[in-house]
């Protein structure tokens, strides 16, 4: 299996506060919005889902941080994206399984 390619950590220097959704009026849904369109660029923010099924019970409880790493290990290792109208995913296979599994047993 080739080496898996890890993000720099100076991306994740950010915290901003949003209210959770009430109304699709919320600060929270229209970055979520946003971030959709942001999923397969390092413009990610870590609010929009991004994933499949096969990772899903390791992502649900994730922080903006996690997400946003895992994203960009994503892209850094070229997992395959699968992009629809309103934003995409990346489609899990075993390198994509790896980087999850090796980043939440640490």
Known sequence: M???IKPKLESFNYN???NFPSS??????KLNKLDKSFIGTSEYMGFAWFWDHEIKHYMRDSSTKQKK?????FVLNKIPFIK??????FKT???AEKIVEDYFKN
């Open 2 to 4: 080739k080496q898996i």
């Open 16 to 18: 901003i506060q949003v």
């Open 24 to 29: 699709k009026k919320t600060n929270w849904h």
């Open 69 to 73: 790493y895992i994203h960009d290990s």
């Open 84 to 89: 629809y109208k309103n934003g995409g995913y």
């Open 93 to 95: 296979n075993e390198i």
